[in-house]
């Protein structure tokens, strides 16, 4: 993804107010591999029960806060997340909900999904089978699990600022 400066981020959330936006806790910058990432996503250590994710919709930022639920999966199942659509032990793995975009949020209105624990599809989708005759090569399965990564965050983002 392209890099994202501090006020693009802190500008683009669709589903707070400005003051919540300003005391968002950003993750330090310098250190994001744009490159390698199809979202920027993070929790807010200070509250861990909130989550941020942020991405290029075309030309524009789109930012969205996240609230983890309170109740875990249970223990020793298997979840799947639904942005990545990769399968991990269920403690790895969260029910997040969303205030929805404008009056519908501020009137409680929320989407839920499941999405990684640590919002870090990105880094997930990079861990690849290694090479052999019988399926795509590395390159083309990251190819389309990046591909497919995106048009799922657009999903759940326009869900979100769906307004009617
Ligand atoms: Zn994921």
Not at 81 to 93: H, N
């Amino acid at each position: 993804m392209k890099p994202l400066s501090p006020t693009e981020i802190r500008e683009s959330f669709v589903n707070a107010s400005q003051g919540e936006s300003e005391r968002i806790p950003l993750p330090g910058l310098h250190e994001v591999l744009w490159d390698d990432r199809e979202y920027l996503g993070w929790r807010d250590p200070q509250a861990r029960q909130r989550g941020y994710l942020v991405y290029w919709r075309g030309d524009t930022p789109v930012g969205i806060v996240l609230r983890a639920s309170e109740s875990a999966l249970r223990p020793g199942i298997s979840a799947m997340c639904s942005l990545c659509r990769i399968t991990q032990p269920s403690d790895q793995v969260t029910l997040f909900s969303a205030p929805r975009a404008g009056q519908a949020g501020r009137d409680g209105s929320t989407v839920g999904t499941y999405i990684c624990d640590d919002l870090a599809c990105s880094h997930l989708i990079r861990i690849l089978p290694p090479a052999s005759d019988m399926q795509p090569s590395p390159e083309e399965i990251l190819a389309g699990r990046s591909e497919s990564l995106v048009a799922r965050v657009e999903a759940f983002t326009s869900d979100v600022m769906r307004t009617a």
